[in-house]
């Protein structure tokens, strides 16, 4: 454990996190829903997600930006397309009110969606797919945010770093989430990168002269770079961009930038989940023949499925808690007081 660091159960993690969102005016059952994402990010290993947002959860709060006493609005019932109105609040609460219904219309229908605008995502994907995948769905999701990525061959921010993931049941185990950013990192290891007094990997993100930089603030200033440096990585966040915020009616990045005050926090965008039940699809069904294609994966040479680690840091953090550096502790406690 790194001695510039705070041991914390994971119930304290998630008392943490309520008390700083209660005290700014988050209603207890928002709270309730971001906590649940944030302490499970602490618990998984990714830090990025966990109690080092809380900053970007409290400030639009108390500024008015975002509402967070908002009561989102399900609509689409009996429909394999349900809604979900955010109603100017976050979206752990709003994925939170769809979850169940979505569930039970992708078994009975064999396939559901979920739309979701006018509420703002700063979470860690995974965590929208892991519960439906836990149901024994096949699950996929799409996220778009403010811009801080040029397309190839740019130099103006159009993208966020608009991330993906898929999570597939296993029998007897947890599913397996493949989660990326379309970008090379996600915005938050930046940050990250950058509280920890770290420089990031080159190849990460141009400064604001467009020059390749390993400094966190100066990255934070210019733009992030796609996945692979170029085209495809670009064209993989224009898909989750159609998918996310055209498809939802959610603001496409530049439309959620103009609202943005530099809080710190989330934007305003769009989200997609699409859920398949495997029993209404091929037979034998993906759960009957999918540990034959992880075998293949997990038994060549020292290739690991996505998500393996994340596994690992839970089983720890679950025996012994999670370390939490202390300039993040400080900040979120700093956080507790109205």
Aim: glycine fraction near 14%.
């Amino acid at each position: 454990m790194d001695t510039d660091a705070v041991r914390l159960t994971l119930p304290e993690v998630h008392a943490l996190a309520m008390q700083a969102l209660t005290a700014s005016n988050v209603s207890p059952g928002n709270a309730q829903a971001i906590a649940d994402t944030v302490t499970a990010a602490e618990r998984d290993g990714c830090g990025s997600h966990g109690l080092m947002r809380l900053p970007g959860y409290v400030a639009p709060v108390r500024s008015g930006r975002i509402d967070g006493r908002a009561t989102p609005v399900l609509g689409g019932a009996g429909s394999t397309v349900l809604k979900v109105d955010g109603g100017r609040g976050f979206q752990a609460p709003a994925l939170r009110l769809a979850l169940e219904p979505l569930v039970e219309q992708t078994r009975k229908s064999g396939i559901a969606a979920l739309a979701i605008s006018n509420a703002h995502h700063f979470g860690a994907l995974w965590y929208d797919v892991e519960a439906p995948a836990e149901q024994g769905l096949l699950a996929i999701t799409f996220v778009n945010s403010r811009p801080v990525m040029a397309p190839a061959g740019g130099r103006e921010p159009v993208f966020g770093t608009n991330p993906l993931a898929i999570a597939c049941p296993r029998p007897g185990r947890p599913p397996m989430i493949f989660d990326m950013a379309s970008s090379q990192s996600a915005r938050g290891e930046i940050i990250l990168h950058g509280l920890k007094g770290q420089p990031i990997p080159l190849g990460w993100a141009l400064d604001g002269d467009g020059n390749p930089t390993t400094d966190p603030e100066e990255a934070l200033k210019g733009t992030q770079l796609p996945v692979g440096g170029g085209a495809k990585g670009a064209g993989i966040a224009l898909m989750v961009e159609l998918l996310a915020a055209g498809l939802t009616g959610g603001n496409f990045g530049f439309e959620a930038n103009a609202a943005y005050d530099g809080d710190g926090g989330p934007s305003n965008a769009g989200q997609l989940i699409i859920c398949f039940d495997p029993r209404r699809f091929a037979d034998p069904g993906l759960t009957d023949r999918v540990e034959g294609l992880f075998g293949r994966i997990e038994g060549n040479g020292d290739a690991r499925l996505p998500g393996g680690r994340r596994l690992e840091a839970r089983a720890e953090s679950l025996a012994n808690g999670v370390a939490v550096p202390a300039g993040i502790y400080q900040q979120a406690r700093a956080l507790c007081t109205p």
